[in-house]
């Protein structure tokens, strides 16, 4: 894998995102969640399955805003996704959707290019 540095959760670029295989973005430290353009979750790494309490398989194909994460469909969040036609940006935030309030950061990644958002979550 490529240099730690490189894969933070600060500094990971989109485009080496794009290029991660499963068991790389699993590796990572942070969660990352990958979503189409509608919103629908395509990944949904080791790290964020644990550390959220939601198995892999029930939240890929799932409209992450209405059905994973309600608590992040605001204008913080998924309105961003919506309404910018690029981003990244880190934000703190607070999770509070079937868990007590946990503070986190997020990452935002949207690029215009690519057919894939990201929102990448430190705890």
């Known amino acids: 894998m490529r240099g730690d540095t490189v894969l933070s959760f600060e500094a990971i670029p989109l485009d ?5 295989e499963a068991d790389q973005l699993d590796s990572l430290p942070y969660g990352v969640v990958g979503l ?3 919103g629908i979750v395509e990944i ?4 964020e399955a644990k550390l959220a309490g939601l198995q892999s398989d029930g ?14 469909n605001n204008f913080m969040v998924a309105q ?3 309404d910018e036609a690029e ?7 607070v999770l509070t959707l079937r868990m007590r309030p946990t ?3 997020l990452r935002l ?4 290019r690519v057919d894939r958002h990201y929102i990448l979550v430190q705890r």
């Open 16 to 20: 080496t995102l794009l290029t991660l």
């Open 36 to 38: 189409s353009t509608e």
């Open 44 to 47: 949904y790494n080791a790290t």
């Open 59 to 72: 939240v890929i194909g799932t409209h992450y805003f209405a059905v994973t994460a309600q608590c992040m």
């Open 80 to 82: 961003r996704f919506e």
């Open 87 to 93: 981003i990244d940006a880190i934000i703190d935030y």
């Open 103 to 105: 503070p986190v950061r």
């Open 109 to 112: 990644l949207k690029a215009p």
